[in-house]
């Protein structure tokens, strides 16, 4: 019983310090955003501003167009994950029914691809991104998108698929049921948890995403919001501190927000009961 309560215990420290460890950026990134100057040039720094302001809002505001990257980074996120999810959900159904060799060497494929670098990747892009007049552009940087996510949207979505019960699939075949058929009336309904947890996971990589936004877009007015906070840095690499801890804070929420929204559907849950043994 004692062994247990300290191993109980042990848990939970490690967990709690894990919480700590991560919301330790998010909370100083809070308090410098709503730091005046005089309190950010202190020797003493404080976890709870003196005087709070909300000048360094107002001046990244002004500095920088947030709004119109931030509209450039909603289309390009949003614009991956229905993309994305739209071409992975066939394509995982087939590579976890299918047993043959070339869904295994699709599925072997689909884990190699993700151990490539960037810079690989960003060279073959650019150049058919370019004959195809996309360069500079939020659909041609929504291309670049979902052929990063895909490989890992397959791989999750895979998953759910096999966790699907096959005894569903053949009642369906038994009453004429097609594979198109199957796939959208029985199956789909029952991947919507992965689905979900497919699309987040895609929209949040896109909107965070900065090397491939830096390169591929090249005025202010394409540029997405990560790439517009470098735009805080000087040329000799000092930082707008406040204006910057003010537009990476709003940059922030909408990842949040969204994982708020629909963090209850990422379940497996309802698959259960849905055969009867």
Request: charged content about 10%.
């Amino acid at each position: 019983m004692r062994t247990s309560t300290a191993a109980r215990t042990g848990q939970y420290a490690a967990l709690l310090a894990y919480l700590v460890f991560l919301a330790f950026p998010f909370l100083w990134l809070i308090s410098i955003a709503f730091k005046p100057p005089r309190e950010l040039a202190s020797l003493h720094p404080t976890w709870i501003p003196q005087d709070p302001t909300l000048d360094n809002f107002r001046q990244a505001f002004d500095e920088q167009p947030l709004l119109r990257a931030g509209l450039n980074s909603l289309l390009a996120a949003l614009g991956a994950a229905v993309i994305a999810v739209l071409i992975a959900t066939p394509m995982a159904y087939v590579m976890a029914r299918r047993r043959g060799r070339l869904a295994k060497a699709a599925t072997g494929w689909v884990v190699v691809s993700q151990a490539f670098p960037f810079v690989l990747l960003i060279i073959p892009l650019f150049l058919v991104l370019k004959n195809l007049g996309l360069i500079n552009s939020v659909p041609g940087l929504v291309m670049v998108y979902v052929v990063w996510s895909l490989p890992f949207a397959l791989w999750m979505l895979a998953g759910y698929v096999r966790a699907v019960p096959r005894e569903l699939e053949e009642a369906a075949a038994v009453d004429g049921a097609g594979r198109l058929r199957t796939l959208v009336s029985v199956t789909a309904p029952l991947l919507a948890p992965g689905i979900v947890a497919t699309a987040l996971f895609a929209f949040i990589t896109a909107w965070n995403e900065f090397f491939f936004a830096l390169v591929l877009l090249k005025t202010p007015e394409r540029q997405t919001l990560p790439v517009i906070l470098t735009h805080f840095i000087g040329a000799e690499g000092v930082a707008d501190l406040g204006p910057l801890a003010a537009a990476a804070f709003l940059a922030t929420l909408p990842s949040l927000v969204v994982f708020a929204l629909i963090q209850r559907r990422i379940t497996g849950g309802m698959l259960a009961g849905a055969v009867k043994s």
